[in-house]
């Protein structure tokens, strides 16, 4: 398994959570690693993603301002810090990894395990 999700967990309401995503692939300026969240009975979404090169770094706005995506480059591993948690959060989270910024599951081939947060209020 190339890439290694880990960090969900029970957590209540307005706490905080960080994801890892360690990556035990080439990893190349180009790549992003992309975050999504899948929720008992819904579609997988897109929540964060993060551009090696460069840096950029983007969120869907129903996470903005809560979620932090970053990553060190040495490790191969990105991050997902969770701030603020709501219940709608409980999802499995999921990290990509792509050749390009997309918003879209289908493009992605490269998974990770989901990673559980359960979040009770």
């Known amino acids: 398994v190339q890439l290694q999700a880990f960090g969900g967990g029970l957590v209540q309401a307005g706490g905080s959570l960080r994801l890892s995503c360690a990556d035990s692939?080439?990893?190349?300026?180009?790549?992003?690693m992309t975050w999504f969240r899948q929720a008992p009975g819904k579609e997988r979404e897109f929540v964060a993603a993060?551009?090696?090169?460069?840096?950029?770094?983007y969120y869907a706005d129903s996470v903005k301002g809560r979620f932090t995506t970053s990553g060190d480059k040495a490790k191969q591993t990105v991050y997902l810090e969770i701030n603020a948690l709501k219940a709608e959060d409980t999802a499995a989270y999921y990290c990509?990894?792509?050749?390009?910024?997309?918003?879209?599951?289908?493009?992605?081939?490269?998974w990770g395990q989901g990673t559980q947060v359960t979040v009770s209020s």
């Open positions: 990509a990894k792509g050749s390009s910024y997309s918003r879209s599951p289908s493009t992605y081939v490269v």
């Open positions: 692939g080439r990893t190349f300026s180009s790549h992003v």
């Open positions: 993060l551009r090696w090169g460069g840096g950029n770094t």
